[in-house]
């Protein structure tokens, strides 16, 4: 099985989410957990997760670069690199240096850089990103711990992270099909530009841009608009039918729970839970410590883990007392403590026999999967748009990884109804 696309995510939720886009649109994938040594997995897809999202840009720029090459001697014929829908990042980057970076290695002076992802509410028009009803700037993710988005224009966004242009594709034009929108995209790389925020406001726009952008060496995005590269591939006779796609081995072990996320959504999905399953709150305000942090959770975990029902362990917090934690520690110490906590909990409670453990936020999964040691994710059955069940390898146990954002008020109670 040749290797069709090669992709590069920031984040490991957002590439479980991408390969979930990927998986339910015909495409075999594997998502692996940095940057791989020696040969990779066969599949129509290859997903390297890196936690590159919140570092320096110049990290970000050499680990993805890494990835790149790994990509291209397998010998991906088109590379993908995932950001946020939420387009997460701070004036420094990293999506503009990254991106640079892949489009000069490929030779390539042009890329589209569409996040939209409208079954969960993102929708770009006129360049300005929308969750939901609101602006981005106005959806809570203003207050985001790590990368807060104040500006809700992307082509502004994305200008002060690259020196080259940044042109936009607006709905008029995108409403018009493939075939309009590659003579925009050419006549934008035409006129200087190295990228197009593309609006798109609907799973057809996204097909049309998908299509548009057949032809190039790279696209950068959030995971909607992978959902039209499937197809390029089927076209192109490169791509055959794969009908077990999504089948993972049975799931064993007890349920839990890890919330490092702060955002709204996982607040709402902690705040449900409470009334049915077993939740502790930890308060990182009042004991900033990660060694009584995670004796705490244990102590109170020991009686508690279950086949049969899930426990919640949450860290997350509200802005005020997100805020409050960041003046006292600095932000990324705040941050570094809860995930070294929350990683020391998932790999005691693993060792005691959770085998289907939820992980909400980006940056808390990417702890927490590099604590476990996992090299590998296979993707499963989804559970709620952009989040699917995995089969961790070597350890061999279910990991779902939840980006903050996702996910309906009763997530942590439907993920594990069918278990
Ligand atoms: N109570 C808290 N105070 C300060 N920071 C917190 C708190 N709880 C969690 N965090 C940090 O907030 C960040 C949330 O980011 P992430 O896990 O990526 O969630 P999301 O998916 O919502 O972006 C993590 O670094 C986490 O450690
Ligand atoms: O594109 C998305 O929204 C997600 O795939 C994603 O990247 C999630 O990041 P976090 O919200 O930090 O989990």
Known sequence: MPLLLGCIADDFTGATDLANT??????TAVQLIGVPIGPLPEADAIIIALKSRSIPAADAVRESLAALEALLAAGAKQIFHKYCSTFDSTDAGNIGPVADA??????????????????????????????GGALLSESGMENHPLTPMRDPNLVRVLSRQTEGGVGLVPFAVVEQGPVTIRRALTRLAEQGRRYAITDAATDAHLMAIGEACAPHALITGGSGIAMGIPENFRRAGLLPPRPDAAVLPQARGAMAVLAGSCSRATL????????????????????????????????????KLSDTRPIVIAASASPDRVEALQKQLGRDAAGALIETTLANIAEAIVARG????????????????LRLGVTALRIGPEIDP???????????????LKSGNFGGRDFFLK?????
């Open 268 to 303: 709402g999905q902690i705040g449900l839970a409470r009334d049915h399953v077993p939740v502790l709150e930890l308060d990182a305000l009042a004991t900033p410590d990660t060694a009584a942090l995670t004796a705490q959770a244990l102590d109170w975990a020991a009686d």
């Open 415 to 419: 993920a594990f109804a069918d278990a």
């Open 22 to 27: 990927l998986v339910k649109h015909g495409m």
């Open 354 to 369: 959770t085998g289907r453990l939820l992980v909400a936020g980006g940056e808390t999964s990417g702890a927490v999967v």
């Open 386 to 400: 952009g989040v699917p069940w995995t089969y961790a390898e070597p350890n061999g146990i279910h990991l779902a």
């Open 102 to 131: 892949l489009l000069a290695r490929l030779s390539s002076g042009f890329a589209i850089a569409c996040p939209a992802f409208p079954t969960n509410g993102r929708t770009i028009f006129q360049g300005h990103l929308f969750v």
